[in-house]
Nanobody, 118 residues
Framework: VLLQASGGGLVQAGASLRLSCAAS????????LAWFRQAPGKEREVVAS????????VYADSVKGRFTISRDRAGDTVYLQMDSLEPEDTAVYYC????????????WGQGTLVTVSS
């Protein structure tokens, strides 16, 4: 499975961005799609995840009410709508895929940089 992320950029605080991530290849066993981020000097953290089949979502407390994760009907593209961006959201954002029966995220996108200026 290959994941291709896009949509990052430089914005001012309070602005919005939408990230996209398209999965290709053997996606039929996908259980979860997620967005992670890693800020300079910090560990990677999960931002949000969505179940490919049910559409159930989970968010980190830091982004609840500001970010929305969604997927297309086929479940092969995942989006992250980021509103009311804050400088603390500055990070490289990665999409990731977890397969059924696997405890880990086994496929990762290349990362897209989001920079929020104050």
């Amino acid at each position: 499975v290959l994941l291709q992320a896009s949509g990052g950029g430089l914005v001012q605080a309070g602005a919005s961005l939408r990230l996209s991530c398209a999965a290709s290849g053997r996606t039929f066993s996908t259980l979860l799609l997620a967005w992670f981020r890693q800020a300079p000097g910090k560990e990677r953290e999960v931002v949000a995840s969505i179940a490919r089949g049910t559409g159930n979502t989970v968010y980190a407390d830091s982004v609840k009410g500001r970010f929305t994760i969604s997927r297309d009907r086929a479940g092969d593209t995942v989006y992250l709508q980021m509103d009311s961006l804050e400088p603390e959201d500055t990070a490289v954002y990665y999409c990731a895929l977890r397969r059924t029966g696997r405890p880990d995220y086994s496929a990762w996108g290349q990362g897209t940089l989001v920079t929020v200026s104050s």
